[in-house]
């Protein structure tokens, strides 16, 4: 079961960037950019230093902007890109993130 998130033609870049405006989250969208289901565990995702209470927040700001989607099977949840749907609705937009973002430490 996928979380609610935004369709594809309602995603805004002002909430994408707001979304992207943290190096937490930063750090999340290069994770993710793997193309893979990652799942929720702090440590896999390189954020092991903080609560769970607030990685699940930087997750929910990145799902509510049409970032990634989420989908729920039972108690664990799987967090993927939405890269096909960002790249149609704002071409190399991603690119140029995940470009500048080569080789920073955040």
Do not use: W
Not at 27 to 52: F, I, N, P, T, W
Request: net charge neutral; proline share 3%; hydrophobic share 40%.
């Amino acid at each position: 079961m996928l979380l609610a998130q935004p369709d594809v033609e309602d995603i805004q870049l002002v909430k994408v960037l707001h979304a992207l405006g943290d190096p937490t989250r930063l750090h999340l969208l290069r994770v993710y950019a793997s193309g893979e289901q990652c799942d929720c565990s702090s440590e896999r995702l390189g954020v092991g230093h903080l609560h769970k209470s607030t990685v699940s927040h930087h997750m929910r700001i990145m799902r509510e902007a049409g970032l990634t989607s989420t989908r729920s099977v039972g108690r664990n949840r799987y967090v993927q890109l939405r890269r096909a749907d960002l790249d149609a609705r704002f071409p190399g937009l991603l690119d140029a993130l995940l470009n500048s973002l080569e080789g920073e430490e955040l």
